[in-house]
């Protein structure tokens, strides 16, 4: 590469690392919106969550001020299903606030009495949700609630936040051990004069922020709009001992000069100095890998490539000689290619494993486009659903082409393509939502919406089909070496050559090259950070894709190397052998960072956790697979046969 490539190339990483710090993305299919002086702004509810309880509830699931049944009927959002998937469900709320006007404290609703409004069975519910750390979530102008992280280091450049505030205090975590109701909440709503409209009196808004107070309304008539209002100096309200529940909130409004519409998001996506510090450890850590596999690859390579060179200048009566120095692999060359035992299963997990690849690889270009924010909720999920359903046809080609090479041609094959990943998905996710529905999660999707997936389903096996047709009238790959009819000996081989052993060692090193990364992901999906740093992810993924091929090249060279020309498993389960390691990273995260304490939440996180290890398996496994396939091709059509 010239010096224009180099910097071409610098100028492209450097581009994907700064756009997620940056933010600036302008989102297509979002649009500012500027309100006047007065002009009422609405505040959407969004579903309870938490990192413990794990399934989200609906905002109205606890006893708390609602709209009647047909405003909430008539503000209902329509959800996607990737939405509906995350457990998002927005909702009208009660909550008001209008442009630049302040309010010290508004009463939500009627004040709810025990026996009356307020049932002792609305109380037991309510402190379930305090005590498993459920949190609220609202929503204005498309912008979610947060609130500063508790443990946040004032001394940062950026101060972490955390989305939604939590609905109350444990009673392990309370002065008198006496769960806390946070019935108050301080809103804080920043706001932002454009340029372009600076001839109008109107304002566009660009942070939402809250500080819950926990406020034992023994007078309501203290919480008066424009009357001083100071729920510090009041007494928190305890949830076992209260008779009345008063909800009440305040709305403050603060002008920010510093931050725009396009870079609102920044102060919930921007990761803390650590953070960042900690990503580019990641990265340095797993180029690190890569290098020592580049450098162990390059001298293989530079070692067999030499020993050609030297058997092609000698003279008939040196290479006698030299035939006996060769390394074994050489030797194989009738046998290289013969077909494996299982040959069309594992051109089903290869296929099924290009599908998971280009469909992690386009979802990752969009988001690295910005077309992705978290702005447009489930935007993430229908992508990778979209994607997958339209890269069935790729799986059904890539599959169809082995089964050709390996003369194992069959349409039974290629419905068990069809069948066997998304089958699998379906039939855990099925188990999950009958869970889901006991719990009453709005995760929970309606049976008709069940059917919908069962109809996506059988459009994935259609493409795939479609696909093996493409793939079935190409011509057969061709081969560098014809297979014997007799199969060769292979010698004894030793016990730490063994493909299971092989694979626990290799498999080590692609895990090693992404678990700094996978932290990241994994706060991302089950604490409720927003993961939106895809420019490392990028990196990552880029030195994931070269660690799987060159770790699958090196435990396949040595074990032709050893006259074992089995190789066509050992290829594919070398890298995915890595997804074993993700599996007990995740019982290790399970154990020691959640708080998870009960059955049907732990069922559905290693439920999930499953899926995502199979998918990891599939697409690390069909790396190394396709990279040492094709680097079986270049030394054996190097090799002299006479």
Known sequence: MGGGGRAAAATLVAALLAQPAAGSWYVPGVSPREYAEGELVEIFANSLTSTQGLFPYGF???????????????????ATLGE???????????????????????????????????????????????????????VVDNLPVAMEHPLASTTSAHIPLSIGYPLGVPAKFAEDHKAKLYNHLALTIKYHKPDIVQDKESWRIVGFSVVPHSVDHAAPADCQPTMQFSPETIPALSIETADTLTWSYSVTWVEDEATVWATRWDSILRAADSEENTHWFSIVNSSLVVLFLSALLAFILLRAVRRDFIRYSLHPEEEVDAIKEETGWKLCHGDVFRVPKRASLLAVLVGTGSQLLCTSFIVLVFALFGFLSPANRGSLLNALLLMFYLGAGHAGYVTARLIKLFKAQSWLTIAGLGGLFPGYCFAVYFCLNLLQWQKNATTAIPFVTLLALVCFWGGIALLCCLGAVVGFKRDVETLPCHVTTVPRHIPPQPTYMSTPLVSLVAGLLPFGAAYIELAFIMGSLWQGRVYYVFGFLALVFLILAVTCAEISIVTVYFQLTGEDYHWWWRAFAAPAASAAYVWLYSVWYYSRVLSIHNFSASVLYFGYMSIVCVYFALTTGTLGFLATFKFVKVIYSHVKID
């Open 84 to 138: 509906v998937l995350w457990g998002d469900q927005i909702e009208p709320s009660l909550y008001e606030a209008a442009m630049k006007t302040e309010v010290q404290c508004r009463i939500l609703c009627a004040p709810m009495k025990l026996g009356d409004a307020f049932s002792a069975a609305d109380r037991e519910t309510l402190l379930r949700r305090v005590e498993a750390r459920y949190r609220g979530n609202l």
């Open 60 to 78: 109205y699931s606890i006893k708390q001020c609602a709209p009647d049944g047909g405003t909430l009927a008539a503000g209902q959002h329509g």
